[in-house]
């Protein structure tokens, strides 16, 4: 009993989110928070399946739907179109009205569409569809990371979110492996209306896709409110009611033998149902002036430069690491050997300004033969994924021994170093280990990034803030997209010295970021 008064009187005498993290503690790490990781997995394997299938599948496509270059750069780029044009709409949304009724929403909207995707009978149905997808992930894509950092203490936060970002690498593992296993399956055709509705491989493979975005929407239906938007909105009722339904889940106990009673002082809370929309949206947008002033609003831009120049580099060479493997791939195939990585480059583009196109500079018809993927491509991109799980793994073990400043400084210094080797490399193996570390080293930084900013922006600004910075990382995934390509063709090692120099300037920009740990010790959280 007298531990519970301890308690009590400690939760006077601090402000509500420090109560909030005391509460947090109580509750444990248990079942609630597995169920949490489970919802973000099925998420996070949701979200690579639209940004990431439109590559695996346009070797396979690319006669069903007469698409040529330009076309498949479209699709490719459909998702990103769709995210920067609702980023920040979305972020503003989900700071004000909560983050569940979004994530559920987002995710059955993204099921709804791919099973639509899965369906296409040709390019412009399934890029318009691309492009809603990209609508309907904005609405969930950052408020994940968010709402695991919202129902996790302080004492392990740092570490389950790394942990949440080794579900990127998984997502790769994942749909690679799905790839490799239905896409060489050319026999798979079924005509249910010929030349207006045929189900082709490439189909199935959308529809198989589509099923994680259905998981991620059944188990968010099942996770509550994050606790501290409630308590940020005035609804203290409501969120120490969710934070007793954890305590029961996590440890077993009854909810009446919470110790803490209440989060403020006052005991008073303003119920969601006496804040209309109108009012909501009001409130909203008097918060929203204050990520705009000092110090959030340099804040705000240093991880704006720091995300779109990451993402700039590391979107460009991962969306196109499957058609690097396969210029490798063919070059040994040709040639019987492998070459310097900058000779096998050179043949392709070379080849490329012979022929006009990609595709043997044949116009496509009936007669039209897909040029497929073998099997070391699917290899290499497995590869990829597990060596960027690997790293992310052991950052989120070495982040609480050097804290998230000096290990991203060191990340960004490995990945600066492994990109500016890549020239001097001839056997694939060799090739595919360089290409897989950069990616590997600045996707752990960038997870090291995210979970820096999501504890440095007020919980009423949070979604907004993560919303403007993933809007500008997509701007600087399509501008990377685009040079990537160009910069191979004038020369090949061009891009990847561009990385190499962008990288070492990320890396000095890393000295001005905020240290949360140190900042905002006492909460772990604003």
């Known amino acids: 009993m007298s531990g519970n008064n301890e308690v009590r009187i400690k939760a006077n005498e601090n402000n509500p989110m420090q109560i909030l993290e005391d509460a947090l503690v109580i509750c444990k790490f248990g079942r609630f928070h597995i169920r949490l990781l489970f919802a973000s997995l099925a998420s996070v394997f949701a979200s690579t399946m639209i940004t990431t299938t439109s590559s695996y599948i346009l070797p396979n496509a690319e006669c069903d739907l007469d698409m040529d270059i330009m076309q498949k750069g479209l699709l490719n780029t459909g998702p990103f179109f769709g995210q920067i044009g609702a980023t920040l709409f979305s ?20 099921f709804i569409l791919s099973v639509l995707e899965g369906s296409s009978q040709n390019f412009w149905t399934l890029f318009f569809i691309k492009v809603l997808e990209g609508i309907a992930l904005s609405l969930c894509f950052g408020t994940v990371a968010t709402m695991i950092s919202e129902f996790t203490h302080k004492g392990v936060r740092d570490r389950v979110l790394m942990f949440q970002c080794s579900f990127m690498p998984m997502s790769l593992i994942g749909v690679a492996l799905i790839a490799w296993g239905l896409l060489p399956q050319q026999n798979w055709h079924v005509v249910i209306w010929r030349d207006y509705f045929e189900i082709h491989v490439w189909n199935i493979f959308i529809y198989v896709c589509s099923v994680f975005s259905l998981i991620a929407t059944i188990l968010y239906y099942t996770i509550p409110e994050s606790p501290k938007y409630l308590l940020s909105h005035g609804q203290e009722f409501e969120s120490m009611e969710v934070l007793k339904s954890i305590y029961n889940e996590n440890t077993g106990n009854d909810k009446d033998m919470f110790p803490i009673k209440s989060l403020t002082t006052s005991g008073t809370y303003n119920p969601t149902n006496k804040i209309g929309i109108r009012k909501q949206i009001t409130n909203a947008l008097f918060e929203v002036k204050e990520l705009f002033r000092r110090p959030l609003i340099f804040q705000l831009l240093l991880f704006s430069v720091l995300t779109f120049v990451c993402l700039f580099g590391y979107t460009a060479l991962r969306l196109w690491y499957p058609q690097l493997s396969t210029i490798i791939e063919n070059y040994k195939k040709d040639y019987g050997e492998s070459a310097r990585f900058c000779t096998m480059v050179d043949y392709y583009t070379k080849d490329l300004k012979i022929n006009g196109t990609g595709v043997n500079n044949i116009s496509i018809s009936d007669d039209c033969v897909p040029q497929l993927s073998g099997s070391e491509t699917y290899i290499n991109c497995i590869i990829l994924g597990l060596v960027s799980f690997f790293f992310i793994s052991v950052s989120g073990y070495l982040v609480d021994y050097l804290g998230q400043k000096l290990l991203m400084f060191i990340l960004f210094i490995l990945c600066a170093l492994c990109s500016g080797c890549i020239y001097w490399t001839s056997s694939s193996l060799q090739i595919a280990l360089l290409i897989s570390t950069t990616c590997a080293f600045m996707q752990a930084a960038l997870s090291l990034q995210q979970n820096v900013l999501i504890r440095v922006f007020p919980t009423t600004l949070r979604a907004l803030a993560m919303s403007i910075i993933v809007m500008l990382g997509r701007i600087g995934s399509l501008v990377g997209g685009i040079l990537f390509p160009i910069m191979l063709e004038i ?9 190499t120099v962008i990288t070492l300037c990320v890396a000095v920009l890393v000295y001005f970021m905020p240290n949360p740990s140190k900042e905002n010790k006492g909460t772990g959280d604003k």
């Open 91 to 110: 972020g503003f949304l989900v700071d004000a009205f909560g983050r569940r009724i979004f994530l559920v929403g987002g995710h059955a909207s993204i």
């Open 491 to 499: 020369n090949c090692m061009a891009p990847f010295l561009a990385l």
